[in-house]
């Protein structure tokens, strides 16, 4: 097992910071980007994969997309960090991407499916 391997029963995906007074604006500010291919917003979508908010009100967000040859993925995290920037108290936004794991259709919200189609 390697350094970057998760332990056996480790979460993929690091969990958010749900408590933070923060969290919910941030996620409201999520749920206004779309991908422009998709008629449903990214968080519902399951593209934010961990959103953690220290004491100093500094967000890091990290998502993935649909899949890595998406033509907007130069342009999703500026604008999800666009979108979080100006919630009162946020002191810095930093938005990361990672394929790891890879999103699948699994990660989506229930309401996202219904919107989809998929339910």
């Known amino acids: 097992m390697t350094d970057t391997t998760p332990a056996e029963g480790a979460p993929l995906i690091k969990p958010s910071t749900t408590e933070h007074p923060l969290y919910e604006a941030v996620v409201d500010a999520c749920r206004t980007v779309y991908d422009p291919e998709i008629p449903v917003n990214i968080f519902d979508l399951g593209l934010i994969y961990t959103i953690e908010i220290n004491e100093a009100n500094e967000v890091q967000i990290l998502m993935t997309l649909t899949a890595p040859g998406c033509p907007v993925a130069g342009d999703m995290p500026g ?41």
Do not use: I, Y
């Open 79 to 119: 604008w999800v960090a666009d979108a979080v920037e100006p919630l009162p108290g946020v002191k810095q936004v930093d938005v990361g991407m990672t394929f790891d794991p890879p999103w699948g259709m699994e990660m989506m919200s229930d309401e996202a499916r219904l919107e989809l189609g998929f339910m």
